[in-house]
Structure formats: structure tokens, C-alpha cells
């Protein structure tokens, strides 16, 4: 066992260190094979959508943008798979040297996908390329999983607001990724620092049940909470009882009380009893917050009840049943025996795809995708294809450029990719919205010499 | 948004920020109120097991150790917090010099435990338990779901081997803890190399289906492959034909062939006849090892079906359905009025607990829980209960100290938590090992005042 001390809970050099072994073992066989830098291309892509999803999310093209960018094997790292003898020498050697200088282009982050769609196509040298999987695949997985759910909880709550708090329940640095991808799924704001201070999601949190259980009294509680916090605060009222707790808030807080929050019990009922309580005690302004176990459908039960913003943790940052996406990272092009040297551009490459067992759907070659669109705009296919891009489609091309030459060529802002989520989901047919089970909204065509 | 470079795809200071806001806002008021510092006894643990589950698993142990001796609010951090008024500059002022002080008892890891049993037991003030809950929980309800999907798989396995590899499913930090989780279930080695430079656990891993298909034939793969890694490694044999590629496996490498991987199809009936052939070969000590969307049923249904060795990695990584436990950081008791100062020990804290609208288990007082065992040394029963512990039942108490005065006191290496999982396992009533759904196999007993 490693006795390292270690500032954080999982102290790594780099992200090259999120890597399957055979990643590694590969490139020392094919390194002495002459096989490693034959030009390749790889692509991340999907058979199916979780069983009754109408779409797909991708998120956390920005974090492989990192990822990528900061991919080097550091010397702790290049020692240690020396010592265990994980690789060669001279696959060491090749390791310290490395540095992805390929080409990754890919659907931007917030767009939606579908069975089959070139969610990312990475270029480059075998060995260059084929390292990146393990990492890329656990970005893109996590957060899209998580972008899945969030975006389907955004239909249900409408112009509602929702707050991220699923820190508890799932790995603390997960948590900052799902925060991040529930914020461009639709989310408002997050209870997690990290992610505030990482990714400047707003924060929001104001208290607990420990909180009014520490003190002597739920009024004392209260009025420690609003002499600190303001009268514009969040007073959590079913420590105890509801109805009372509610009295109280408004005694202590004023009519000008910002928000009561409610974490259990029947929402539904309680929150049309609270709201009705609240306009009696003149506190009409006063905002109702639930958190108490919501999904989705939860959510949309509550459409027509007097809820303000709901608060959302464990079936988010689970995807709701779907904790990971299905995404797969495939070598689908490779050059032949006469480019071994890695000859680069130009050079014509073969397609290639496993022959599956189980009738899987394996296509070989690189893949282009457009979304053409019918008379009102709403997108009517997923049309993908090899080949040459048929003029009539050029200008619906899903993917777009990511990186060039190892180097990330489409930043943006996490709000970005927040807008383009709810442009593209508008622009879906209807049934996108439909929370019941059934089939992707739009079919995958295949097309070119596919 | 925050432009800052970071080395890792997310670059945080320390574990302190792995808190959810409303921890730091408790701080703040309770501060201004003088009940920030009143003695208080957390505890964590859950009202139910995942439906159907038999028993937990308890995980994370050493992670909560390091995270919380790490638990640090740096200048960063710190100036983050001001610029963004997160909290007033007295509770910033607090922050800066944080460090806990108190004492955390609890299960060790890799025990089970059932609806009830206390955990973690986190004793301080107020504030400084308070800001520990949302990282505590991180880390015990993810790592305690993979364990407790680890042992049901290794029950599932009898003595052969299980490789974690579910890397590529989950988010990149996640994987490492979850092959550490893993590990403690009972799983032998793991692809994921940032847990074998952590942790020192085992790693494993040769070639994926790219490696052939990269190769202008898949003997050419093979030959490459047996060249750089020695006829001991394992071959892929489902790229294209799995006859054939056994056939040419046997050729290229030998009939001291280390292992033949099969990653799709019909796996019973297909490592039938791989080891039917391979057997005809003269390959009779080569082993089979099986990859393909495995949980613990499937591992069960292939008991009988000469496979050596199973690799998994959806359904362990998710928790097999169950991708995070219910575990809460309750505030069990504190101190009163006249110890609003910080007197700390001796003084008779005051029983606290929500009163439930959902007539939700939430019991007062620090507990203890013990587990008596029959005339064969099987677990008979949970007892947890308050006041003092019933002298029959001192020398069966599960929880151990884990820190003192903010000191780590019960450090131990990942195979003595290892190895204390089967230990107790084992001593659990035989339907443990059973993997249908049934109440939990040791009923929870409350006594004292509780």
C-alpha cells in the first residue's frame, strides 16, 4: 500500500493517470509491432439511449478539453510503472515524451445525441490516441448521464427553478462534475462549493435540521438564523411542526421572509396548506422551497402546486436510474500496412469494426452527423453517414472543430453550453418533454457508404 | 466562471471543500448566536438498506480519515468565500484557523451494517462537526454502494478472481475510490492504474478489441501481442470468429498460453466450447476469462461454466443498481444552555432528534451497537442502544475509535479491511450469501432509552 501523504482524499500527478492498464500494454505491443503510429481514428458513440429515454446529453466536453490538454505522465508516475513493470522500458520512454497533438472534433457540449451519433471522433497516431479512452470515456459517461437526468427534471419544472444538492450522495469530486452538468442540463444553482469556487455556479444553502435541533427552541433557531442571515433567508419548518414552525418564521422573520423550506411529508398537500397559511400571516412574498426525495416525476406532480424552486440531490446526481451512459470509444479507421510510419494526412484509411457476437451495431469508418430540419425547424432525423457530406446537409453538421493539434479550439463558457442545451431541446419534436418511456424523438439514419 | 489553469480537471485546495454551502451559513449563525461551540455528537447512519439487500457494507473508512485530518480552509478558499459573501468575515475568520479537534468512533471498514447501526459517531462542537457532513457523507454512501455490489458479486464468484474494471463508467475520481471499495468487497485486482499508484492495489490489463482491429490480421495482432507481453498474456478472442481466434491464439502463443478473454455473446455456452477446444489443443492451463456486462446474477448463472476469472464494471461501479446508500449525519445530542460555552466533556448532553412527519426512524442520543453471537458463533442480532452498554454485551461492540483529538488513531491497510470483510461476512446467518431479495439477515434490536 502506497503511505504517501496526500492533501486530497485521491492524490494523482495528472489525468494520465485515469487510465486502464491495457491502454498502456497496448502501446508497448504495437510500439514493438511498428503498429503504434499507423494514423488512426477513434470515435465515442452509443448503441441505445438508456431503455425508454427519448434523448441523450452530452456533457463534460469541456472537462476532456482538460483532460486532454493536461494528459502527461509525470516522473512519480513514469517511476512507478517502471518499478511494477506495468510497460517496457521503452514504452516509458515513449509515455514521458507524450503529449496528444491530434485533432478532436465532436457534438459541443448541451447538444443532445442519439443511438449511433459521432458524439467525439479523435484522430491522431494509434498510441497517441488510444490512451485517452479510459479518461474520456469516465468524463463523458459520468456527466452526460448526469446532463441526462437534469434535463428531463428542467422540462418538468418549467420556469421554476432548480437547485443542485447531491453532494452527499455521490463521490465528492463526482459532485462537482454533476453540479457542473446539471447546470448546463438546466439547474440554477448548486449547494456545492467546489463547484462554485471550480466552475462559478451559483451557490445557495442556508440550513439544516442540526441547526434548529441545536438550539433550545425552533424560535430561538429561527431568530439566531434571521439576526445573521437576514430576513431574506430560507427557514427550514418541519423539524417539528410545520404549521407552527411556519407561525413562528413569520413572527420572527416579518411578512418580508424570503423562503420556507420543506423537506418531507407530502408536498403536495403541505405545500398548499403552507402557502395558504403564509398569505394569511400577509407573507405573500415568501417563497416555498421543497427537497424532500424529487426526480422528475416527482416534480411534475408538483406542477400545480404552490412550490417556488425545488431542491434536488440523489436521483440527479444518479441520473435517475441511469448513473452511466453506454458510451463507447472505438477505433473505427486505421492506415494500412504501407503507412505503418505514420505518413499522416492524405493518407486513405481503412475502416474497420469489430464483428459482433451479439449483432451489435458496429460501423466501420469516420463518421459525419446532421440534423436536418423541417418547414417550422423542428429537427426531423439524426442522419449519419461516411463519406462525403451530401451538399443539402452541409450546413446542419452537428459536430463541430475541439481541438487541433492538441491544442482546445472551442472554449467556452459553462453557460454556453447551458443555452445551447435548451436551444436544441426546443428545437426537438414535442414528445422530448414527455417523461414517459418510449423511443428516441428522432430516428438515426444511416446513410454514404455506411 | 473561473478561467483559473488547473493541472487536474478539478482543482481544489483542500477536502474543506467539499461542503455543501448551508454547512458554512449553520457556522455563521450559530456563531452570532454563541451555540456554535456547544459540545454535539453526530451520527451517521441509514433507516433502510437498498430494497432487498441483506446487508450493507461499510466503505470509505480510511478516506474519511484522510479527508477529514485534511479538512483545511486555505487562503484560496478563504478569499473565495469573502469575495462572495458565502459567509460574514467573523465565520471566515473561524474558518481560517479550523481544524478538528474532536473524536470520531465508528464501524470499521469492510463490517457490515443494517438499518440503525450508528456508523460514525462524530463528537465536537457544533461547528466544527457541522462542516464535516457533507464530505463524510460523500465518501461513505459512494464507496459503502460499490463495496456492498463487490460482495454480493464476490459471494457470487466463490474462489475465482474478480477484476474491477469499470473505469470508463464512471466519473474519473470515482473509478479510483471505487476500485477501492471494490477491493475491501472482495475483487482481486483492478485495469484502473490511479488506483494501483494510490492504493497499491493490484492492476491487471493486456489488450481491447482497437489492438486487432489496429493489426492487418488478427494473427498479426495476436503475434504481436505474445511478442512484447509473453505467451502468459491474456488474448481477446471475440474480435471476428471466436474459433478461429482461439486456433490462432493457441498457434501464435503456444499451449502455455496465459489466458483467452471473451467480451460478448452467449458466455456460458461460449466458454464451453472455448475450453472444449482449448483443451484439444493441449491448452488445458489456459485460463478463460469473461468480461461482458457482468453483475452478480450473471457471475451466479456462470458458476458452473469453466470460466476463471470474471471482469466487471457497469454494475459494480454503479452499486448494481443501487449506486449510493441512504447514510445521513444526524445531530444526535449537544449540549444546552448552560453549556452554550464549550465545556465540553462530562457534561450530560441533551437528546435530539427531528420529529418525522413520515414517521421516519430518528431516535436521540448517542448510541452504541453490538452484535451477540449463537453457540456457533454466528451474528445473532444489531443491538443499538443508548445509555450504558449491557455488560454481556461489552466484548461484542462493533464501532472501534477511529480518531481522537482530531488524530487519525486506527490507520490500517486496505487487505486488513480486506480481510475483515470475509471475516464477518462469514459470520453472518448463511441466507447472507443468498442474492434474491429478502429482509436483512440480522434484525435490528433497540434497548436502553432509546
Redesign the interface.
Known amino acids: 500500500?502506497?503511505d504517501a501523504p496526500?492533501?486530497?482524499?485521491?492524490?494523482?500527478?495528472?489525468?494520465a493517470?485515469?487510465?486502464?492498464?491495457?491502454?498502456?500494454?497496448?502501446v508497448?505491443?504495437?510500439?514493438?509491432?511498428g503498429?503504434a503510429h499507423?494514423p488512426?481514428v477513434?470515435e465515442v458513440f452509443t448503441r441505445r439511449l438508456p431503455e425508454g429515454r427519448r434523448y441523450g446529453v452530452v456533457a463534460g466536453t469541456g472537462?476532456v478539453l482538460?483532460?486532454v490538454e493536461?494528459f502527461r505522465f509525470e516522473p512519480a508516475?513514469l517511476d512507478?510503472?517502471r518499478e511494477?513493470k506495468?510497460v517496457?522500458e521503452a514504452t516509458v520512454d515513449w509515455l514521458a515524451g507524450y503529449r496528444f497533438g491530434g485533432d478532436i472534433d465532436g457534438y459541443p457540449e448541451g447538444e443532445v445525441y442519439f443511438p449511433g451519433s459521432p458524439i467525439m471522433t479523435v484522430r491522431g497516431t494509434?498510441a497517441e490516441c488510444?490512451v485517452l479512452?479510459?479518461?474520456i470515456?469516465?468524463?463523458l459517461?459520468?456527466?452526460s448521464a448526469v446532463a441526462a437526468a437534469a434535463s428531463r427534471m428542467a422540462v418538468a419544472a418549467g420556469d421554476r427553478p432548480l437547485i443542485e444538492?447531491g453532494?452527499?450522495?455521490?463521490?465528492?469530486?463526482?459532485?462537482?462534475?454533476?453540479a457542473r452538468a446539471a447546470y448546463v442540463g438546466g439547474f440554477s444553482s448548486t449547494?456545492?462549493?467546489?463547484a462554485?469556487?471550480?466552475?462559478?455556479i451559483p451557490?445557495?444553502?442556508?440550513?439544516?435540521?442540526?441547526?434548529t435541533?441545536?438550539?433550545?427552541s425552533e424560535r430561538?433557531a429561527f431568530?439566531?438564523?434571521v439576526?445573521?442571515?437576514g430576513s431574506g433567508t430560507t427557514l427550514l419548518v418541519?423539524?417539528?411542526?410545520?404549521t407552527e414552525a411556519v407561525r413562528t418564521a413569520v413572527e420572527v422573520a416579518g411578512p418580508g421572509l424570503g423562503a420556507v423550506r420543506i423537506d418531507?411529508?407530502?408536498l403536495l398537500v403541505?405545500a398548499h396548506r403552507v402557502r395558504r397559511q403564509l398569505d394569511e400571516l400577509g407573507a405573500t412574498g415568501t417563497r416555498i422551497v421543497v427537497t424532500s426525495d424529487l426526480d422528475e416525476y416527482a416534480i411534475a406532480s408538483l406542477a400545480a402546486a404552490p412550490v417556488d424552486a425545488y431542491g434536488v440531490g440523489?436521483r440527479l446526481?444518479?441520473?435517475s436510474g441511469h448513473?452511466?451512459c453506454?458510451m463507447v470509444?472505438?477505433?473505427v479507421a486505421?492506415a494500412?500496412?504501407d503507412h505503418g510510419g505514420g505518413e499522416g494526412e492524405g493518407a486513405p484509411l481503412v475502416p474497420?469494426?469489430?464483428?459482433?457476437?451479439?449483432g451489435?451495431l458496429s460501423i466501420g469508418g469516420r463518421k459525419w452527423a446532421a440534423r436536418p430540419v423541417d418547414a417550422h425547424g423542428a429537427a426531423e432525423a439524426e442522419v449519419v453517414g461516411t463519406g462525403p457530406v451530401p451538399p443539402e446537409l452541409a450546413d446542419r453538421q452537428v459536430p463541430v472543430e475541439l481541438m487541433r493539434a492538441g491544442r482546445a479550439v472551442a472554449r467556452e463558457?459553462?453557460?454556453a453550453a447551458r443555452d445551447r442545451h435548451r436551444r436544441v431541446r426546443e428545437a426537438l419534436p414535442l414528445s422530448a418533454s414527455q417523461l414517459s418511456r418510449g423511443e428516441p424523438v428522432l430516428p438515426t439514419r444511416y446513410t454514404g457508404t455506411a
Open positions: 500500500m502506497n496526500t492533501a486530497l482524499p485521491v492524490a494523482v500527478p495528472s489525468t493517470l485515469f487510465t486502464d492498464q491495457y491502454e498502456l500494454t497496448m508497448q505491443a504495437a510500439l514493438r509491432a503498429t499507423r488512426s477513434f472537462r482538460d483532460a493536461n508516475l512507478w510503472l511494477r506495468v517496457d494509434f488510444v479512452e479510459t479518461v470515456l469516465s468524463i459517461n459520468h456527466d444538492m453532494a452527499r450522495r455521490t463521490h465528492e469530486l463526482a459532485a462537482v462534475a454533476a449547494s456545492d462549493l467546489a462554485g469556487f471550480r466552475y462559478g451557490t445557495v444553502g442556508t440550513s439544516a435540521h442540526a441547526f435541533l441545536l438550539h433550545d430561538q431568530t439566531a438564523q439576526e445573521s442571515l418541519d423539524t417539528y411542526d410545520v418531507s411529508g407530502d403541505v440523489t446526481v444518479t441520473g448513473p452511466t453506454s470509444y472505438k477505433l486505421r494500412g500496412e474497420v469494426a469489430k464483428k459482433s457476437l451479439g451489435k463558457s459553462l453557460d
